[in-house]
């Protein structure tokens, strides 16, 4: 990542974001909030009128709520050509001035004879705006890492998990989805051990954000506090290989946020972790809801957060979660 200096005041309600040994710094603001807009499914297609509707979606969205942090949860490029976009997309927060993470999806693969989900990092590790990594490169998948938060006493006081869940099976025994593995599983467990030490052994609020959900999603639906449009099955692997149960084991992870099923954008909460849908962002879609994105906003110093949908055009599905 370029080495760069960032300077933003802090007046009251505007987040800290500056350069720490070469990288961005992010920070609850002195209310102790740190807002989140998650993005996802913009399914770009390079040359099709409709990117420039995502672009003002995103940008309305931007604008209105002024995150801290972006983060775009996969299925990002739609088919060839690949390589374009991943430089055009950046673009749109960097314009913005606003730090943003990119986990990668299913469709995100599928032009791999042009751009490797390796080289697709690379990509995005020339944007100063850019808080994410490739991650370790002995475990499965490309984009597991963790994004800190530092409260107003600059520790660490919150954790983003990102990680990568993969694209399609190889066994036609476990559906059409591959699972994020068990040694990408092992690598959360032991970075949520490597933080909890460091907080006098207590778990640090967190959040994960993956393109594809687990199973765990289904059993939501129709519970009386889950809020938002459930249009569409649940699309996980059929294979179950507990990362549910690892965020419970932990005790960190208290939301869950994904893409992948186009037309669901709910959330509820499943023995005390919320499980979320984002909502669709991109105009090259069959989505049946107004374009936008998820917002969510964290509480220092707790495991709260509250979130809604934001459009260019309304603020709907509010749901706040206190653990």
Not at 89 to 105: N, S
Not at 221 to 241: C, D, L, M, R, W
Not at 245 to 269: Q, R, T, W
Request: with cysteine; glycine share 8%; hydrophobic share 40%.
């Amino acid at each position: 990542m370029k080495k760069f200096i960032l300077t933003i005041a802090v007046f009251g309600f505007i987040a800290l974001h500056v350069a720490a040994q070469g990288n961005i710094r992010l920070q609850f603001n002195q209310t102790g909030k740190f807002k989140i807009v998650q993005f996802t499914d913009l399914h770009w297609l390079h040359g099709s009128p409709n990117c420039a509707k995502t672009i003002a979606t995103i940008r309305a969205v931007l604008e209105t709520e002024k995150p801290d942090l972006a983060i775009l949860t996969g299925d990002i490029v739609w088919r060839l050509p690949a390589r374009e976009p991943w430089t055009d997309i950046p673009r749109i927060f960097e314009d913005a001035k606003t730090p943003f993470a990119v986990v990668l999806g299913n469709h995100d693969s599928e032009a791999s004879t042009e751009i490797s989900r390796e080289e697709i990092f690379d990509i995005l590790s020339r944007s100063p705006y850019f808080v994410g990594e490739k991650g370790p490169a002995d475990i499965h998948g490309c984009g597991n890492y963790v994004v800190p938060i530092r409260g107003t006493n600059a520790n660490i006081a919150a954790l983003i998990y990102c990680l990568d869940s993969n694209d399609y099976s190889s066994d036609p025994r476990y559906g059409t989805y591959a699972p994020v593995f068990f040694d990408q599983i092992d690598w959360y467990r032991q970075q949520s051990d490597k933080y909890s030490a460091a907080n006098d052994h207590k778990p640090l609020p967190a959040l994960a954000f993956f393109h594809i959900p687990f199973p765990e999603y289904n059993n939501i639906i129709g519970k009386e506090n889950t809020v938002g449009h459930i249009s569409e099955h649940v699309s996980a692997p059929q294979y179950n290989t507990g990362l549910f149960g690892a965020f419970l084991e932990k005790g960190d992870v208290m939301g869950v946020f994904v893409g992948h099923d186009h037309s669901n954008d709910y959330i509820g909460v499943e023995l005390g972790i919320a499980l979320a849908y984002g909502r669709v962002s991109g105009a090259d879609q069959g989505a049946k809801a107004e374009q936008g994105g998820r917002i969510i906003e964290l509480h220092e110093n707790k495991f709260a957060f509250d979130t809604w949908i934001r459009t260019p055009t309304v603020k709907e599905l509010e749901f706040n979660f206190n653990k």
